[in-house]
């Protein structure tokens, strides 16, 4: 019996009945500076389960009913007449649930989630995608919501390194949407000290005032002005000067600051570490 012939039978006697059925989804935090503080895109749920609850974007993959000729519908509602990829469905549901377009932004996988229980319908394993940008447009309710919203992270009463909310926060997160911001803020904090991704969150041209303000945001630390400059422009590759300067100086009437662009750097060498860990890595 060659390779073939064996595939061949193998799917024309798999039955996937035979197993239990496991649903995969895709949720996406997506951060932005709106106002000089931390902002995550939230939806609140118009349907059950977790009905008013304020959730990350996302839902179900497509998954094609009989694409093999082994698969079955099975009456699922999220069965499709195509598969779809994790990325894809992403996007797809962002721009349903919020009207948010990030398919030119810079998104990419966080963690797999897939704890028993997790989603009170049934076995549910959940993709989490992390996007930033700047300046992203106000969300409209889209597809199962009743409300979409750029909220502040402050607000959401995170506990720190427990994936869990306050007692008496007013925004209550679905399912285990907590631990999924909770980890997606951390990622972009460490991810602040040792990539450019910083340089995601403004608009270029850029000051180096303003990549500052970036940091302190989402580090939610004060930084030295002069020692930061600094250390941006020592390391090779992160930004790059355009050779111009803003139009007028600082709030008090300083000199002009210099402009510049993303450099082509991946990794910051030496890194720009948050306050307190510098010496821990020495």
Known sequence: MTDVVAEEQFFANYDPRAYAPVAVTVDVVTLTIRDGALHALLIQRGEPPYMSHWALPGGFVKVAAGSNGAQAKQGLAWADQTDEDLPDAAI?????ETGQDLSQIHLEQLATYGAPGRDPRMRVISVAYLAFAPELPEPRAGEG????AWIAVDSLGLIEGAGQQRPGTTRKLAFDHAEILADGLERARSKLEYTPLATRFVIEPFSISEL?????TVWGENLHAGNFHRKVLSVPGFVESTGETTQAGGPRGGPRSRLYRRGDARLLHPALLRPGREDSVR
């Open 145 to 148: 919501t009743t409300a979409a």
């Open 212 to 216: 500052r303000t970036v940091y302190e």
């Open 92 to 96: 797809r549901k962002l721009a349903q």
